[in-house]
């Protein structure tokens, strides 16, 4: 193999390094392997040679064409899919009644009336009942089904909740009445009770503030503590629970100086459990809509207890013009999202999207509990 000429002359020399080969400097080698030299292989091959590869000019072209080919497929699947089924999907598309009336029936209830079609409970199929009491229920149910465009979005429960939430109301009388099997009111109870641990209201911020400097608004004005909004919030409502609703009851903060939830006493327990199990189909249902809503099954019961009209002794001796609202409820529930908003801003499209949708949901809890004397 050739010999490779240095273009760096060597650093060190015979005399201060012995170990280094006294083989002059232009001869030496740049790599220590070994040279082996490569070893043709005879021809065997028979025939002209291979013609050298060409550029495919059709490719790009094949690849349309084959998606164009998959695309008359699949509308094809589309079209053959579109025959076998053509009048279920053009009747879901379509808005079946022209009319949505509230009508009172030979027994007594009121019926929701698409044309002459009387709106049916989606699991039994049998005409959904109204209490004669209860006509702003029925009117309000009557407007879920006015605003919908295609029967199929009767099918989607988000856009008729008051349906679904009269249906559920529905089903519990059912149940107590020994004509249809369930356990609605034993699973509603155990459920509700599980929120009075954990409950929103009950759960304060220490007493000593983690701000040492003075709290401020967004918009200047100063700010009081969180647990000072939360105690004058909650003391009203507990007044009431434990004088009216629940008389002689013992109700305390699960949360304040510890991080450990701490669990409210067997006594009160048991009567807030009975006083649950004894509510009507319509009281229960709504107030676990407003659980659900709240996180606080105390708000919950005090919304249920200001606005039933099975409730209405509770509600003796009362100032009419100071009722525990909506507006009220959905505050008290959301004390801790003010408060932070009111010092650092609030997300757009997050807490005013919270704030809307919590009111909707007390303001059905409302219809369905309230009737002609509650108002």
């Known amino acids: 193999m050739p010999r490779i000429r240095p273009i760096i002359p060597p650093i060190f020399s015979t005399a201060s390094n012995p170990r280094v080969s006294t083989r002059p400097s232009s001869f030496r080698c740049l790599h220590s392997s070994a040279a082996r030299h ?9 025939g002209p040679p291979p013609e050298p590869p060409q550029p495919a000019v059709t490719q790009y072209g094949e690849r349309v064409d084959r998606k164009r080919r998959q695309a008359e497929l699949v509308k094809e699947g589309q079209r053959i899919r579109a025959a076998q089924s053509d009048k279920p999907s053009n009747a879901l598309k379509k808005r079946f009644w022209k009319d949505v009336s509230v009508k009172e029936a030979p027994e007594g209830h009121l019926t929701i009336n698409l044309d002459a079609r009387p709106v049916r409970h989606p699991s039994t199929k049998s005409t959904l009942p109204i209490p004669p009491s209860k006509p702003h229920l029925a009117t309000a149910i009557a407007l879920e ?17 008051l349906t679904s939430l009269a249906s ?13 099997s369930g356990t609605a009111r034993t699973d509603i109870v155990a459920s509700l009770m599980r929120y009075l641990d ?38 009203p409502i507990l007044s009431f629970l434990t004088t009216r609703v629940w008389p002689g009851v013992e109700i305390r903060p699960v949360l304040g100086e510890s991080i450990i939830p701490a669990s409210q006493a067997q006594e009160t327990l048991d009567v807030i459990r009975g006083w649950i199990s004894g509510l009507g ?61 009111g010092r650092w801003g609030e997300v757009e499209d997050t807490h005013d999207v919270e704030k809307e949708d919590v009111r909707r949901q007390f303001g059905s809890t409302v219809l369905l509990v309230s009737g002609v004397g509650s108002w």
Request: include cysteine.
């Open 38 to 46: 490569a070893n043709p292989l005879p021809v065997t091959a028979t």
């Open 145 to 161: 089904w006015d605003l919908l465009v295609t029967a199929q979005q009767a099918l989607k429960t988000h856009l008729i909740p």
């Open 168 to 180: 559920r109301a529905h089903d519990i009388a059912l149940q107590d009445a020994g004509s249809q």
């Open 198 to 235: 954990t409950d929103t209201l009950l759960c304060w911020a220490p007493s000593k503030s983690n701000y040492p400097e003075p709290m401020e608004n967004v918009d200047g004005s100063p700010q009081e503590s969180l647990r000072e909004v939360q105690v004058r919030t909650a003391l």
């Open 281 to 341: 189909p319509y009281e229960l249902a709504g107030l676990e809509r407003a659980v659900l809503a709240g996180k606080s099954l105390c708000v919950a019961a005090r919304l249920v207890a200001e606005w039933s009209e099975n409730l209405a002794g509770l509600r003796e001796g009362m100032e009419k013009e100071k009722r525990f609202g909506v507006e009220e409820a959905a505050e008290a529930c959301s004390l801790e999202v003010n408060w932070q908003t």
